[in-house]
């Protein structure tokens, strides 16, 4: 059965550990990730962007292979399939077909916009008992620039929202890192002490473990990594065309990168100290 994030992440909260939100494709990643956190008997959360939707036919479709897969495999783990990054409209589509979790990212408005489109949301999605996730500052791709926020602008847009989980920027941003991000430590760890929700980092692939598990220890309850899982897909595939170039079988070259994709995903969960469920 699919869930929204809620347990997950206060049971997190208190455990001073991390679930892991890994970014979905298509149907062999989700496998890949469901078998492996399965194996490892931890939550996970898969996001879904909009573009990836698209990419995959539609919201229903990723309702659709997951809840298949979770019957087929016989999976028991707490599973979170969450939009990534979505417009209001997008959200409410989601919603509709099945999602049980959102991000709302109207981040790119003024603040009293994005409040108000995140609260429009929140009222409409906890009717269905869907757990919402909120951007405030602006998280974009490295190459775009910063635009952190502020501890004022987050208390505010929480207050005025109550969002199920507050995603800040903080200095971080989305794909690969060409220098080392500098981070806001000090807001996640007053976040935490004056609000009671769980904190979410984004564009964490390639921020160093030393600084995730600074970061969980401060607060951060719930990480998103989807280029990490991107490298090393490729990295296990390309290795494999270059040396069986007769091969055409595209199981065989998809699932070429799966042993890569799960040993990073026990890697990241290793750091996250994501605590197992029982
Ligand atoms: O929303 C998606 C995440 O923030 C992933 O970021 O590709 O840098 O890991 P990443
Ligand atoms: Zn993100």
């Given at each position: 059965?699919l869930t929204n994030f809620?347990?997950?992440?206060?049971?997190?909260?208190?455990?001073?550990?991390?679930?892991?939100?890994?970014?979905i494709?298509?149907?062999?990643?989700?496998?890949?990730?469901?078998?492996?956190?399965?194996?490892?008997?931890?939550?996970?959360i898969l996001g879904v962007s909009i573009?990836?939707a698209?990419?995959?036919?539609g919201w229903s479709v990723p309702v659709a292979?997951t809840k298949?897969?979770?019957?087929?495999?016989?999976?028991?783990?707490?599973i979170c399939l969450h939009v990534d990054?979505g417009?209001?409209?997008e959200c409410l589509k989601a919603i509709t077909a099945g999602f049980t979790s959102v991000m709302i990212?109207?981040?790119?408005?003024?603040?009293?916009?994005?409040?108000?489109?995140?609260?429009?949301l929140?009222?409409?999605a906890?009717?269905y008992n869907v757990s919402v996730e909120?951007?405030?500052?602006?998280?974009?791709?490295?190459?775009?620039?910063?635009?952190?926020?502020?501890?004022?602008?987050?208390?505010?847009?929480?207050?005025?929202?109550?969002?199920?989980?507050?995603?800040?920027?903080?200095?971080?941003?989305?794909?690969?890192?060409?220098?080392?991000?500098?981070?806001?430590?000090?807001?996640?760890?007053?976040?935490?002490?004056?609000?009671?929700?769980?904190?979410?980092?984004?564009?964490?692939?390639?921020?160093?473990?030393?600084?995730?598990?600074?970061?969980?220890?401060?607060?951060?309850?719930?990480?998103?990594?989807?280029?990490?899982?991107?490298?090393?897909?490729?990295?296990?595939?390309?290795?494999?065309?270059?040396?069986?170039?007769?091969?055409?079988?595209?199981?065989?070259?998809?699932?070429?990168?799966?042993?890569?994709?799960?040993?990073?995903?026990?890697?990241?969960?290793?750091?996250?100290?994501?605590?197992?469920?029982?």
């Amino acid at each position: 059965m699919l869930t929204n994030f809620n347990d997950m992440l206060q049971l997190a909260r208190k455990n001073h550990c991390a679930i892991p939100h890994f970014n979905i494709n298509n149907l062999e990643f989700t496998k890949f990730i469901l078998e492996k956190c399965q194996e490892l008997n931890v939550p996970v959360i898969l996001g879904v962007s909009i573009n990836a939707a698209q990419y995959m036919g539609g919201w229903s479709v990723p309702v659709a292979f997951t809840k298949a897969l979770i019957r087929e495999l016989n999976l028991t783990i707490p599973i979170c399939l969450h939009v990534d990054h979505g417009t209001k409209e997008e959200c409410l589509k989601a919603i509709t077909a099945g999602f049980t979790s959102v991000m709302i990212d109207s981040s790119s408005l003024s603040l009293q916009d994005n409040i108000q489109i995140t609260k429009e949301l929140v009222n409409y999605a906890h009717q269905y008992n869907v757990s919402v996730e909120g951007e405030i500052g602006e998280i974009k791709e490295c190459y775009k620039g910063n635009f952190p926020t502020n501890l004022n602008e987050c208390l505010k847009y929480y207050e005025e929202t109550k969002v199920d989980a507050l995603a800040p920027a903080i200095g971080n941003a989305h794909g690969i890192y060409h220098k080392n991000p500098t981070l806001n430590f000090n807001l996640i760890e007053e976040l935490s002490v004056r609000i009671n929700i769980p904190l979410v980092l984004h564009g964490a692939s390639g921020i160093s473990s030393e600084n995730l598990k600074k970061l969980i220890k401060l607060g951060i309850t719930k990480i998103n990594i989807n280029t990490d899982l991107l490298l090393a897909w490729n990295n296990g595939l390309r290795e494999f065309i270059k040396t069986n170039k007769d091969v055409y079988d595209p199981r065989q070259i998809i699932s070429s990168g799966k042993q890569n994709v799960q040993e990073k995903i026990a890697e990241l969960i290793e750091t996250f100290e994501t605590k197992s469920v029982t």
